[in-house]
């Protein structure tokens, strides 16, 4: 009987070392495939970093493309107040011309439109 009993001890001990064992082994295999994950991990991050800055790259040009159009409205704005204010002298210039061919003053004056002329009338003239 009693080796019946250290036979049974012994198996259960070797059973316990046995399983113990395959414990371990799982345990190293599975930290193992998780640190193969890491590379992955690492790609994930490039690639959300890629996209952020792409949308801040986006973000940088649309504001460059607002600022340049509100540039050149300003051009614009510029250029046609320049334009009105040259119509006006030419107005101006061709009113005093035509008072000085007349000797008169400006007063009774009323320009109502301005038409090009063709250039053989003013050769003739």
Request: proline share 0%.
């Amino acid at each position: 009987m009693g080796m019946m009993v250290l036979a049974v001890d012994l198996t259960r001990a070797l059973l316990n070392v046995a399983m113990g064992m395959i414990v371990v082994f799982v345990v190293l295999v599975l930290i193992s495939f998780i640190i193969s994950l890491f590379k992955y991990i690492s790609i994930a991050q490039n690639k959300l970093e890629a996209r952020k800055a792409n949308k801040a790259s986006i973000a940088s040009s649309t504001d460059n493309i607002i600022s340049q159009i509100e540039k050149k409205e300003e051009v614009v704005e510029t250029y046609v107040e320049e334009a009105a204010m040259d119509d006006l002298e030419l107005v101006a210039v061709i009113t005093a011309a035509i008072a000085a061919s007349m000797g008169t003053s400006t007063d009774g004056f009323v320009v109502r439109s301005i038409r090009r002329s063709s250039r053989s009338k003013w050769k003739n003239a």
